[in-house]
């Protein structure tokens, strides 16, 4: 079985109208016979956070929804905890601090059953913390602006599950490309991806992620880019150059791999038979 998908939340998703992203979520899970765990260790709620969320997925259709809410690092590596997830379809992890998050279950059972499930071709998503710990590496915290600086963020190491990007979330309501690009500048095989609120990035097997939600997502290449940050100190502004940006609103896609925008429209089957293009 191939891998299963990835959606990356940038935080403050829609839960009360028409709810998008979690619907999309749900229908990726399996819709009514969905089996979904959620992760609530990067909430400062614990249990309250995740059962918000079995409630919003329950009134969506999902029927079987666990909440997990390891609080330490023995919890997380209790089997108990690892087999609830043994037949989970969807795995969905909260928002609060995603240090908190990779400290308590990086390198855990916990971590590798969710693993495990995605490459049985589980869907795993996260919505702002839970979206920055899903990948290698992770920014576990830093400072607002749209200028690089040198110091302005710290990268630990996430969950793993999408490699090869770094993603930041809440992101234009934070104004965070300054720290975000100041990143690159010093990682350029990363691919940056910025979320805003209330936005996704669902990215399929095939490394191709389709933009959904009311903001966009800010796709950062640094992988031409030219910059100074090796020789900048203190927390002094850096220089990068070269950099190619894209700005992707709901129905655009981006191929992570190519690194490049896919210009052919999203087909949607419509009712009938027919094909609706976005």
């Known amino acids: 079985m191939s891998e299963g998908s990835v959606i990356i939340i940038g935080g403050a998703e829609d839960k009360v109208r028409d709810r998008v992203i979690l619907s999309r979520f749900a229908s990726l899970a399996g819709g009514r016979d969905a089996t979904i765990a959620v992760i609530s260790t990067a909430s400062s709620l614990g249990h309250e956070a995740g059962d918000r969320y079995r409630q919003v997925l329950g009134e969506l259709g999902v029927a079987r929804v666990r909440t997990i809410d390891a609080v330490v690092r023995a919890q997380a590596n209790d089997d108990t905890i690892a087999l609830a997830l043994r037949d989970a379809t969807g795995i969905f992890m909260t928002g609060g601090n995603q240090l908190r998050l990779s400290s308590i279950i990086g390198g855990t059972r916990l971590a590798d059953a969710v693993l495990d499930r995605f490459r049985q071709g589980a869907v795993v998503a996260g919505t702002s913390a839970g979206a920055s710990a899903l990948s290698s590496h992770m920014i576990a915290f830093g400072a607002s602006g749209a200028t690089p600086k040198h110091r302005m963020a ?48 669902v990215v399929g097997p ?3 992620m389709e933009v959904i939600g009311r903001g966009s997502i800010t796709v950062v290449d640094g992988a031409r880019s030219e910059t100074d940050a090796w020789e900048v100190h203190g927390h002094r ?42």
């Open 154 to 201: 710290q990268i630990a190491a996430g969950l793993g599950v999408l490699p090869g990007v770094i993603i930041d979330q809440h992101f234009q309501q934070r104004n965070r490309l300054g720290r975000l690009l100041s990143l690159i500048a010093q990682n350029p095989s990363l691919l940056g991806l910025g979320v805003d609120e209330d936005t996704a990035g």
């Open 206 to 208: 095939d490394h191709v």
């Open 237 to 278: 502004p850096l220089m990068i150059s070269g950099v190619v940006l894209h700005s992707l609103p709901a129905g655009y896609r981006f191929d992570l791999r190519r690194r490049e925008r896919i210009v052919a429209p999203i087909l949607h089957a419509l009712p009938g038979g027919g094909i609706a293009s976005s």
